[in-house]
């Protein structure tokens, strides 16, 4: 009975600590996610405007078929826009979550320096992947011959997109700033889901720890188990979010 006390009674201590971990975190997040929301929306307005107005064109003028050619040229063009408006703010925001994880592992002496690689690479990454999904769906309708289709679409990303990118950014540089500075201090990483908030997905990665920098959390294309026992698969995954909306955070051991 002591036992199973004193294992109930570090557990307590442990999921306490892990409370206090996230809410200093998201102390740090709430200062920037109004910023980083409006930096989102703009991006988006920017976006969903000139696309409208092509395709308004091409409606007026069925002569003018290169919607896709054109769409193709816009989105070359297009990761400069979301690098003047977003990287400032995420690279503050990163520079500040340094700071707060750092405290966590007992670090001092802090220099940006540390984790600016790591920092550039995510950002890059990010507007790799916002513009590969953006142009990607709208290239899916329009081979479809279907421009209604894609102004639904861009109506649907007026109103939902900044919001589910503010997400995925708040969430993303939290967890490689965490999987840097933990790591570069020489402790293991665990995977930890917030009490009462994990789908059944970060259920299954609960607890699971890496300890070398080379290593990953879900092997490219593993299988998980969804809600209705669905097989689930995901790329290779480093830090949260492990999919949409995803609040998962990364602790040291």
């Known amino acids: 009975d002591n036992d199973q006390s004193r294992g109930l009674q570090k557990r307590g201590v442990e999921r306490r ?18 910023l980083i929301r409006d930096a989102s929306q703009k991006i988006v307005n920017r976006e969903t405007l000139a696309i ?14 290169d919607f896709e050619d054109w769409l193709v040229s816009f989105y070359k063009e297009f990761p400069e826009y979301i690098n003047k408006n977003l990287r400032a703010i995420l690279l503050s925001y990163a520079e500040a979550m340094q700071e707060v994880v750092s405290g966590e592992v007992g670090i001092d002496e802090i220099d940006f320096e540390d984790i600016s690689d790591d920092a550039r690479d995510y950002i890059d990454g990010y507007i790799r992947q916002y513009i590969g999904s953006s142009r990607g769906q709208l290239l899916g309708l329009s081979q479809e011959k279907d421009l209604q289709a894609v102004q639904k679409r861009l109506e649907e990303w007026k109103e939902k997109k900044a919001d589910k990118e503010t997400s995925e950014t708040t969430t993303g540089v939290m967890g490689f700033v965490a999987r840097s500075v933990i790591l570069g201090a020489g402790y293991a990483l665990v995977w930890r889901n917030r009490s009462g908030k994990s789908c059944s997905l970060c259920k299954q990665l609960e607890g699971r720890t890496i300890k070398k920098k080379s290593q990953a959390f879900t092997d490219e294309n593993e299988e998980f188990k969804d809600d209705k026992g669905n097989a689930v698969t995901f790329r290779k995954t480093r830090y949260p979010g492990l999919h949409k909306d995803c609040q998962c955070v990364l602790v040291a051991e």
Not at 17 to 34: E, P
Request: proline share 3%.
């Open 17 to 34: 600590s892990l409370d206090q971990v996230i809410k200093v975190r998201d102390r740090v997040k709430k200062r920037y996610i109004t």
């Open 52 to 65: 409208s107005r092509q395709v308004e064109k091409i409606l007026k003028d069925r002569s003018n078929p």
